[in-house]
Structure formats: structure tokens, C-alpha cells
């Protein structure tokens, strides 16, 4: 996104230091809607992001599209906040899932994934 500086100077989460090198980026990704944090207070900076949380802030950044079909994964059940992005990412040829019939939405998303996550979405 070029390192847009964000409008805010402050947040809600309490887990985030202002002088972290990550923290107006965090603020920016709030602003845009791409993340909302683990909780209303929370951010979590140290944790792992998994392959939902993954596909649902490219799905959101690219202004939440409507998917034409469902995914077919077995482990994405309808309703999920990860659903329609998960949906979207398969269409939008962003990932084919772990398995033939599973997406694994509670795995650790690797860097390698993350890369290959942006780079076909920005293709």
C-alpha cells in the first residue's frame, strides 16, 4: 500500500507499543478494515497467523468480494468469518487449499504461503 500514514494516533488495543515498528501499520490496517485485532482490546502482535486469518485480510483489503461458490472445503463450514474469504481465495486462484477436500483454516500460514498468498493476488 505504499506506507500510507494512518489518520489515528491511538488505539484501543492495549497489547501494542506506540513505538513499535509495526504499530502505524497496525493503526492503518484498523482504519482500512483489514483487521479488527484478536479482541476489542487486543491486538496480539506476537502471534501466529493462521491460514484464515491470512486469506481474510487479502479478502478485505480487496473490499470483501463476493465469491460465485462456496469453496467445497469440508473444514470451512458456512458462517465462519473466514468463509466467503476462503471462497474468494479459491476463485480468485489465491490458494487450492491443503488437501483436495481441506483449506486447514486453523494452521499456521507459513511465510512461503503468506509470499505466494500476495503474490497471486497482486497478479
Given at each position: 500500500?505504499?506506507?500510507p ?10 497489547d501494542?507499543?506506540?513505538i ?5 501499520a ?6 482500512q478494515?483489514?483487521?479488527t ?5 487486543t491486538f496480539?502482535?506476537?502471534?501466529t497467523v493462521?491460514?484464515?486469518?491470512t ?5 478485505r ?13 469440508r ?5 465462519q ?11 480468485a486462484?489465491?490458494t487450492n ?10 494452521q ?6 503468506i ?9
Amino acid at each position: 500500500a505504499g506506507s500510507p500514514a494512518p489518520k489515528a494516533t491511538t488505539t484501543a488495543f492495549t497489547d501494542l507499543d506506540k513505538i513499535a515498528y509495526y504499530y502505524d501499520a497496525v493503526l492503518w490496517a484498523v482504519e482500512q478494515g483489514i483487521t479488527t485485532g484478536t479482541s476489542a482490546t487486543t491486538f496480539s502482535p506476537n502471534a501466529t497467523v493462521t491460514r484464515a486469518q491470512t486469506v481474510t485480510f487479502l479478502w478485505r483489503w480487496e473490499g470483501e468480494p463476493e465469491a460465485d461458490q462456496r469453496s467445497g472445503f469440508r473444514d470451512v463450514p458456512a458462517g465462519q468469518y473466514y468463509s466467503e474469504a476462503v471462497s474468494w481465495a479459491v476463485e480468485a486462484g489465491i490458494t487450492n487449499g491443503t488437501g483436495r477436500t481441506t483449506f486447514s483454516p486453523g494452521q499456521t500460514c507459513t511465510r512461503a504461503q503468506i509470499g505466494t498468498f500476495l503474490w497471486r493476488d497482486m497478479a
